[in-house]
């Protein structure tokens, strides 16, 4: 037998996917790229998975792992020669608790199903982000998943108990830990969070899950001058501080373009002003919260941090602010062709940088070129979308020299939340030392050593 | 030259104590029992124990690392034969950055001095416990300390940031990352924090720190029945959610013989009841979270969740509170001789599981044993107290099986916070599978091929 012809005999029919009808399925979320891959394996439990993997493990057949195909550095991506993995058959939640909060899921498992088990119990799991309807856990685990609530209950890593993993060699990892302490030996699960499907294949996991907030207060404000938003941002976290669930900054080129020159938003608040920023705060008590939440914007207006200020006065509105940050069609309807960029720095030196990257645009990218900055500074993290013109494959590597290259001197990272994949590998070394990438290559050679996982992604 | 001359001259006569004198030192936070080694190290910079274990790497010397000797698992213990390397000498903070919220520090600082210094910032950091005042934040992350406020702010490992290593070769691992977003590459902090000392040495780290709360509200309440347990842990993390800071449950065992019996104390409430619960919250608006907390308790007398509650009107009532808690010569008045474990395990099953201990108690440990329970449940962990009657080594090792034998079954860990180190290495197989094992082990000789870093400890 070929070894596909062994993994149908594990898998089934349903669960393998040759010749044309992989490249019928998409290679990511825009939808414009066919799949490439040897075939497409579609495992339906842990120990289908395992058995698979040893008989790539024997016959050295390099995979890789996908999960909703929402990644923007390529890092599902594979070659006519890889197998595919894909979870989307192992999308079943096990178990919620909801005295020790926790939840056991699959890793093929949307996001978005997750929130709304969780709903049901009085229960939020911590992360959320755009792609919700689509990422699934298991990517969100590889991938160490941010989003827009970090400021208040952190990234994936944070989030995650316990999981379950499938080693290289078909080895299954049982690390299934429900418990918020556990110091018993090593704590494996750091090693396959964020390390995007290279060190092994994530099956299942344990999710930590809080008690969901019954009160929700959001607002946008308009803040001229880089001290005052700094200023806006420790008031925040002085008056709210556990409250306060998201911090969002939109740089006056991203709201001019989105919120107002797109047409595709009514804008709450005028043009004019450098910065604009999202804060939103989640509680217990709706009345109380309320007053505390308008009395710190009070505070700021009076204090002349924030300039302007509009509280959403229901879920409609709420929505409407928020969708001005997330507009990803109007980012591609106004700026592309382009590139979207994360990165992470220190609060106090983003402006240095925004202002570094402003003046240094033209010459890289040309005397035309559009560029727009947002993020979750209170992270670290802003996102940028460049657009140089003309559009090429050199402007596009300049874009990335431009955004890339001023981190290293001033403490920053190449990837905040998007990972490094194939799109970032070659800008790793601007933020890891030598002795850095060495162990990582020490633990991928510990683990892989045939090299069969996720094949050229982050090292 | 000999070893210790070369090493000698790395770190000067002042960094290394041989000889009568390291007997002189204690090993352990008892006193009780002298110092050994072949000799101590007192490195004062990162670069200085680099040198020592470049030397120490190539004649094969095996090194134990020591912070405030603290611990409760022997994880610090060191033979005749082995080199204790002791952070003493490196005790300063670096930085801070109060608009980041981050603070720079040698391992050897104690934690209370970080505490000190984040509070004149007006920020704290998350991690507190009873050994504040001598334990080290090299120790704390060696160890992943949890403590008093792991419900609010987590465990060590999520309030380090980045730290930097010396391995066992002596190369510096660098990774002092002080972005709370960074996803380029491996996380590779994970793999110190909490591997007491075994994969590396921890010289510097980077802490997250948090707008400090501007109010606190502290209560006692007397509780009859696990289910109104449960129940009133639930009503506490809705009402409060982010501002819950501790929930630290004391069994009728432990409040009678600590709060009444000792004479230590004047109780706060009578004898009588099932459990005796401080609860704590830490919020930024005095008289409103005075309030929240306050109807908080009032629901719970309401509905019959608790029978009694005493709300602190004052620090020193509030401290008066904690100091029952805290009480460890109360514990080795009453108690002693006997051995102090702990353990965790999912809220749903403690009952059922101190009850099991309750029936066993008798037959593994003397009719006249003793025995008591309390711990941070919200956290799922719980500290036991038990004395076997008459003390020797059987009915220690007995203890031990009483404790520890039940927990697999359960869904439980040998250790919470405590770890490893020597004394719960032979129970380690309790909590964690054979292939947890090997991967542990498979990491141990990535990382340290040659077995010198901590020789014997988790493993």
Redesign the interface.
Same mark, same amino acid.
């Given at each position: 037998m070929t070894l596909l012809e062994q993994i149908r005999a594990i898998v089934g029919d349903v669960g393998l996917v040759t010749g044309a009808d992989v490249a019928r399925r998409p290679a990511d979320w825009t939808g414009s790229t066919p799949c490439r891959a040897r075939a497409v394996v579609r495992p339906r439990t842990t120990a289908e998975l395992a058995a698979v993997m040893k008989l790539c493990h024997a016959a050295g057949q390099p995979v890789v792992p996908a999960g909703g195909l929402t990644g923007l550095v390529r890092g599902a991506s594979a070659t006519d020669e890889e197998l595919l993995v894909s979870f989307e058959r192992m999308r079943t939640i096990e178990a919620i608790?909801?005295?020790?909060?926790t939840m056991v899921v699959q890793a093929g498992v949307p996001l978005e199903a997750v929130h709304d088990a969780a709903a049901e119990h009085?229960l939020i799991y911590g992360v959320d982000l755009g792609a919700r309807g689509s990422c699934t856990i298991g990517g969100n685990i590889a991938?160490?998943a941010?989003g827009n609530t970090?400021?208040?209950y %952190?990234?994936t890593? +944070?989030n995650v108990l316990g999981l379950e993993a499938v080693l290289a060699d078909g080895?299954?990892?049982?690390?299934m830990?429900?418990?918020?302490?556990?110091?018993?030996?090593?704590?494996?699960k750091?090693?396959f969070?964020?390390?995007e499907g290279t060190?092994g294949l994530v099956t299942r996991a344990v999710l930590r899950l809080?008690?969901a907030?019954?009160s929700e207060a959001t607002a946008i404000l308009a803040i001229d001058g880089f001290d005052a938003l700094?200023g806006f941002?420790?008031l925040a %976290?002085?008056?709210? +501080?556990?409250?306060l669930k998201s911090f969002e900054v939109m740089w006056s080129s991203y709201y001019d373009l989105i919120a107002i020159q797109s047409g595709r938003h009514r804008p709450p608040l005028p043009t004019g002003h450098d910065f604009y920023v999202i804060v939103e705060s989640?509680?217990?008590?709706p009345e109380?919260d309320e007053?505390?939440f308008a009395g710190m914007l009070g505070e700021a207006l009076e204090q002349g941090l924030a300039r302007d200020a509009v509280i959403a006065a229901s879920k409609a509105q709420r929505n409407a602010i928020w969708a001005i940050r997330e507009d990803v069609e109007g980012q591609i309807k106004m700026l592309m062709p382009g590139i979207s960029l994360d990165v992470?720095?220190?609060?106090?030196k983003m402006q240095e940088y925004v202002d570094g990257l402003c003046r240094s645009l033209p010459d890289l990218c040309g005397k035309d070129a559009m560029m727009v900055v947002y993020g979750?500074i209170?992270?670290?993290?802003l996102h940028l979308l460049v657009a140089p013109r003309p559009w090429n494959a050199k402007a596009k590597h300049n874009a990335e020299i431009l955004v890339y290259g001023p981190l290293a001197v001033l403490?920053?990272?190449?990837?905040?939340?998007?990972?490094?994949g194939l799109d970032?590998r070659e800008w790793?070394p601007l933020?890891?030392?030598l002795?850095?990438?060495a162990?990582?290559r020490?633990?991928k050679?510990?683990?892989d050593p045939k090299g069969l996982l996720n094949r050229g992604k982050?090292?």
């Amino acid at each position: 037998m070929t070894l596909l012809e062994q993994i149908r005999a594990i898998v089934g029919d349903v669960g393998l996917v040759t010749g044309a009808d992989v490249a019928r399925r998409p290679a990511d979320w825009t939808g414009s790229t066919p799949c490439r891959a040897r075939a497409v394996v579609r495992p339906r439990t842990t120990a289908e998975l395992a058995a698979v993997m040893k008989l790539c493990h024997a016959a050295g057949q390099p995979v890789v792992p996908a999960g909703g195909l929402t990644g923007l550095v390529r890092g599902a991506s594979a070659t006519d020669e890889e197998l595919l993995v894909s979870f989307e058959r192992m999308r079943t939640i096990e178990a919620i608790d909801p005295v020790g909060r926790t939840m056991v899921v699959q890793a093929g498992v949307p996001l978005e199903a997750v929130h709304d088990a969780a709903a049901e119990h009085g229960l939020i799991y911590g992360v959320d982000l755009g792609a919700r309807g689509s990422c699934t856990i298991g990517g969100n685990i590889a991938t160490n998943a941010g989003g827009n609530t970090v400021i208040r209950y %952190g990234m994936t890593r +944070d989030n995650v108990l316990g999981l379950e993993a499938v080693l290289a060699d078909g080895t299954i990892l049982s690390s299934m830990n429900a418990l918020l302490k556990n110091n018993a030996g090593y704590d494996l699960k750091h090693l396959f969070i964020g390390s995007e499907g290279t060190l092994g294949l994530v099956t299942r996991a344990v999710l930590r899950l809080h008690p969901a907030p019954s009160s929700e207060a959001t607002a946008i404000l308009a803040i001229d001058g880089f001290d005052a938003l700094t200023g806006f941002f420790a008031l925040a %976290g002085r008056r709210l +501080d556990g409250g306060l669930k998201s911090f969002e900054v939109m740089w006056s080129s991203y709201y001019d373009l989105i919120a107002i020159q797109s047409g595709r938003h009514r804008p709450p608040l005028p043009t004019g002003h450098d910065f604009y920023v999202i804060v939103e705060s989640a509680g217990t008590d709706p009345e109380r919260d309320e007053a505390l939440f308008a009395g710190m914007l009070g505070e700021a207006l009076e204090q002349g941090l924030a300039r302007d200020a509009v509280i959403a006065a229901s879920k409609a509105q709420r929505n409407a602010i928020w969708a001005i940050r997330e507009d990803v069609e109007g980012q591609i309807k106004m700026l592309m062709p382009g590139i979207s960029l994360d990165v992470s720095l220190p609060i106090t030196k983003m402006q240095e940088y925004v202002d570094g990257l402003c003046r240094s645009l033209p010459d890289l990218c040309g005397k035309d070129a559009m560029m727009v900055v947002y993020g979750h500074i209170g992270d670290n993290n802003l996102h940028l979308l460049v657009a140089p013109r003309p559009w090429n494959a050199k402007a596009k590597h300049n874009a990335e020299i431009l955004v890339y290259g001023p981190l290293a001197v001033l403490g920053g990272s190449v990837s905040a939340e998007h990972c490094i994949g194939l799109d970032k590998r070659e800008w790793l070394p601007l933020s890891r030392s030598l002795e850095e990438l060495a162990m990582m290559r020490r633990l991928k050679t510990a683990l892989d050593p045939k090299g069969l996982l996720n094949r050229g992604k982050v090292l």
